[in-house]
């Protein structure tokens, strides 16, 4: 893990409400997909750095997506190119991809897409199978790097504007027989991520999941517990420090 001041390469909005920043560090550090970084918002009230999940590293290059919520994000959609931020990467597990896993359902939903695209494009020579679910056409992204990293790509939206009206993860179980993958990895909002376990169990589908976790953060390395979740043992789990990936039994969604 580095401290590190970064330079903003580029900012800008490439769907509703989603930035896309590219910031290039002093140094090169290596990055496994699904770690995040905690990066400045480049207002010195904000006195906590804000998580984003890396979603690609070249060289010195790291590029993540953002979503605006909040102060911190709209002070980051107005850093210009040059403008020098705060950052720390890489931080937490990332995705443990094993070596007999060939065929990977991706499955995420809204700014859980970001990390997703980072596993595949940090573990090459898979096949990728991504469905991705978006609220709208408006808010859709990206989603010529997933067609460029995946071997098939499905595309769904809340209210129909893109692919099917549903959801990503609807897509994805009405294929799951047809594709058999030997390992999902997910990424979405809570709710996305409770329907995918109870589908999962439902159906009687035993493929190992990976999920990753956004929880609000504090210090991101794992010494305030602000970010901690239940595990299933009812044990708490740093999601910092522990997460943000998990199998998806081994926590309460
Ligand atoms: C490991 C990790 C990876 C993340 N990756 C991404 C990413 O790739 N892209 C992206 O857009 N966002 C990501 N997030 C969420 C992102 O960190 C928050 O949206 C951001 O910090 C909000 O900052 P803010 O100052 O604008 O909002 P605040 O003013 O702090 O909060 C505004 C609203 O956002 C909600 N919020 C704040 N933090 C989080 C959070 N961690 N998760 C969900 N809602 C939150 C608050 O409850 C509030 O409703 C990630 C979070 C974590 C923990
Ligand atoms: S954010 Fe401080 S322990 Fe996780």
Same mark, same amino acid.
């Given at each position: 893990m580095k401290e590190l001041i970064a330079k903003v390469k580029q900012n800008g909005q490439i769907a509703r409400g989603i930035y896309l920043m590219t910031i290039t560090l002093p140094e090169e550090v290596p990055v496994k997909g699904g770690q995040f970084l905690n990066i400045a918002t480049g207002n010195p009230a904000n006195l906590l750095k804000r998580p984003f999940g890396i979603m690609r590293k070249e060289g010195k290059d790291i590029t993540f997506c953002y979503q605006l919520k909040g102060e911190g994000t709209i002070c980051l959609s107005k850093a210009q190119a040059g403008n020098e931020l705060a950052v720390t990467l890489p931080l937490g597990n990332g995705f443990d991809i094993p070596?007999? !896993?060939q065929k990977i359902a991706v499955v995420g939903g809204g700014v859980g897409i970001f990390p997703l695209l980072s596993v595949e494009e940090s573990v090459k020579g898979k096949k990728y199978y991504s469905y991705i679910g978006f609220r709208g056409a408006e808010y859709a992204c990206l989603t010529d790097d997933f067609k460029a990293a995946s071997e098939r790509l499905t595309v769904v939206t809340d209210d129909g504007s893109i692919g099917q009206k549903t959801n990503a993860v609807a897509a994805f179980l009405s294929e799951y027989q047809d594709i058999k993958p030997d390992l999902i990895i997910s990424c979405g909002p809570p709710v996305m991520l409770r329907a995918l376990k109870a589908q999962l169990k439902e159906k009687g589908i035993s493929t190992p999941c990976l999920v990753s976790l956004e929880e609000r953060m504090g210090? @991101?390395? @794992? !010494?305030?517990?602000?970010c901690v979740c239940k595990k299933a043992d009812g044990q708490n789990a740093r999601v910092c420090k522990d997460g943000p990936v998990f199998d998806i039994n081994e926590v309460q969604l």
């Open positions: 070596e007999s !896993a210090c @991101g390395i @794992g !010494a305030c517990l602000v």
